[in-house]
C-alpha cells in the first residue's frame, strides 16, 4: 500500500473503528447519522483498501496513530 495521508477527522474515525465502535456510537460522538456514518465507513475503507475487519486495527495503527492518546472516546 503507498502512503495514504488522511485528514485528522479520518483518522478519528479509523481509531474508533479499530475499536469496534458501531455506527450509532460514532454517530453520537462526532456527530451525524447511524446512515451518514455508514457512508463514511464505506469510503474510508474504499480509499484504504481494506476488505476485512480484521485490517482496521492494523492500518489504525500504521496510519492512525497518536502517541499521546489514552483510548477511544
Given at each position: 500500500?503507498?502512503?495514504?495521508?488522511?485528514?485528522?477527522?479520518?483518522?478519528?474515525?479509523?481509531?474508533?473503528?479499530?475499536?469496534?465502535?458501531?455506527?450509532?456510537e460514532?454517530?453520537?460522538?462526532?456527530?451525524?447519522?447511524?446512515?451518514?456514518?455508514?457512508?463514511?465507513?464505506a469510503?474510508?475503507?474504499?480509499?484504504?483498501?481494506?476488505?476485512?475487519?480484521e485490517?482496521?486495527?492494523?492500518?489504525?495503527?500504521?496510519?492512525?496513530?497518536?502517541?499521546?492518546?489514552?483510548?477511544?472516546?
Amino acid at each position: 500500500m503507498t502512503d495514504i495521508l488522511l485528514s485528522p477527522h479520518e483518522k478519528r474515525f479509523l481509531r474508533r473503528l479499530a475499536a469496534g465502535k458501531t455506527d450509532a456510537e460514532i454517530a453520537l460522538r462526532l456527530g451525524g447519522s447511524r446512515k451518514q456514518i455508514a457512508e463514511q465507513r464505506a469510503r474510508l475503507l474504499a480509499k484504504l483498501g481494506i476488505t476485512a475487519p480484521e485490517e482496521i486495527a492494523d492500518t489504525a495503527k500504521r496510519l492512525a496513530s497518536w502517541s499521546t492518546y489514552r483510548g477511544v472516546t
